[in-house]
């Protein structure tokens, strides 16, 4: 009987995963609208790795302009999980190797774009190192004493 319980009890765990992965960005913006703000830095991080994937693929296909917007939107979310995150005081460390992973991902299509696409792309990865350096910060700021 336990055996069956715990059987049940990681089934229904990895279809909530694969369910989680299956979101479009769409679905995950409508449940970060609704979302507890402990919840929002996880889907702010999961929208962005989303987006980075779709302008990837985007510039593959030659859409630079919506390969751009999905690469600005990479961006914005990184920023709204550091600001939830700087909030909240919880989960600074994930938020930072999320976004030093979106700004190393973003470094690997640069090299594979032409010339004249790169700025855009080389003024989000200056934006995503800002934000690392604004969670570094504020990890590892030493408290005034009074």
Not at 77 to 86: C, G, N, T, V
Not at 103 to 116: G, N, W
């Amino acid at each position: 009987m336990r055996r069956l319980a715990i059987c049940v009890l990681l089934a229904a765990l990895a279809t909530a995963g694969w369910a989680a992965r299956d979101e479009t960005v769409d679905q995950l913006k409508a449940r970060l609208e609704r979302a507890r703000p402990e919840e929002r830095i996880g889907l702010c991080l999961q929208i962005a790795h989303q987006q980075l994937r779709n302008a990837d693929k985007l510039y593959n296909d030659g859409k630079v302009e919506q390969a751009r917007a999905a690469v600005e939107e990479t961006v914005t979310y990184s920023e709204k999980a550091r600001d939830d995150a700087a909030q909240s005081k919880k989960r600074l460390k994930n938020v930072e190797i999320s976004v030093r992973k979106l700004a190393e991902r973003l470094r690997d299509i640069k090299r594979t774009l032409a010339f004249d696409d790169q700025p855009p792309v080389e003024k989000a990865i200056e934006r995503l190192e800002s934000i690392r350096t604004a969670l570094l910060k504020e990890m590892f700021r030493q408290e005034k004493k009074k």
